[in-house]
Every structure is written in structure tokens, then in C-alpha cells.
């Protein structure tokens, strides 16, 4: 490659090995399927070179969200809809996130709260 980034499961496993046979071989992890957050980062730097800033956030959060497990994530997801939470509520889990060196998260959460709260749809 050509200074780019390998393309790359979660579990460090390149791209290239992820094949059907693979599977029916029964080598490949869950690990093996999930992307990894570098591969984010690279999509997050073309949308970004390509005018679509907004793109490019979301895809940095999915970076961020590769680090917590999948019962977090869909906890968070919960969380988020509206009537689910307080703004309190909202605000703990940034603050959580943002301890745990996720802050585009942290940052959405708290957002989230301030918007739920002025727009009633807070818990």
C-alpha cells in the first residue's frame, strides 16, 4: 500500500483473510468481524476530504464505540431515545465516557441532554 492504512478486523486480522473458507474452516472470531477503528478514522478522513464534516463526526464516534463492549453501545442507543432518560441521566454517561477517553461520545450525550431537556423529551 501506498501509505494508507491495512484494512483490518478488530481482532488485527487483515481483510484479505476474511473469506468464506475461513469461516467454513471455523478460524474466524467475532472479533474477526467487527472494524476495527482505524478503519473508521480512514473512512472519517475521506468524508471529511470530500466536504461532509458531519460524516466524518459520526464515523469518529463509531472509532470511539469500538472500545465498549456491544451491551454498552446498545445501552447507550437506549439511553438516547427519546422519554428513556433525565438529563442527569444523559450527563453521567458522558461523564463516564469522557473518564474512559471517548469524547465525541461524551460530547453527543451531553448534547443529547441539552436538547431533550428544552425540548421535553427528557424522562
Known amino acids: 500500500m501506498t501509505g494508507e492504512p491495512a484494512v483490518r478486523a478488530l481482532s488485527g486480522r487483515p481483510v484479505g483473510e476474511l473469506t468464506l473458507e475461513a469461516v467454513r474452516r471455523g478460524e474466524l472470531s467475532v472479533s474477526d468481524l467487527r472494524i ?7 473512512q472519517a478522513a475521506v468524508a471529511a476530504a470530500h466536504a461532509n464534516p458531519q460524516l466524518a ?12 463492549p456491544d451491551e454498552e453501545v446498545l445501552a447507550i442507543y437506549e439511553a438516547l431515545r427519546p422519554g428513556r432518560s433525565t438529563p442527569e441521566r444523559l450527563h453521567e454517561l458522558a461523564a463516564g465516557l469522557a473518564g474512559r477517553g ?3 461520545c461524551a ?6 441532554a441539552e436538547v431533550y431537556a428544552r425540548r421535553g423529551l427528557s424522562a
Open 102 to 104: 471517548l469524547p465525541r
Open 57 to 68: 463526526e459520526n464515523l469518529r464516534r463509531a472509532a470511539e464505540l469500538t472500545r465498549l
Open 107 to 112: 460530547a453527543l450525550l451531553a448534547g443529547a
Open 36 to 42: 476495527h477503528p482505524e478503519t473508521l478514522e480512514a
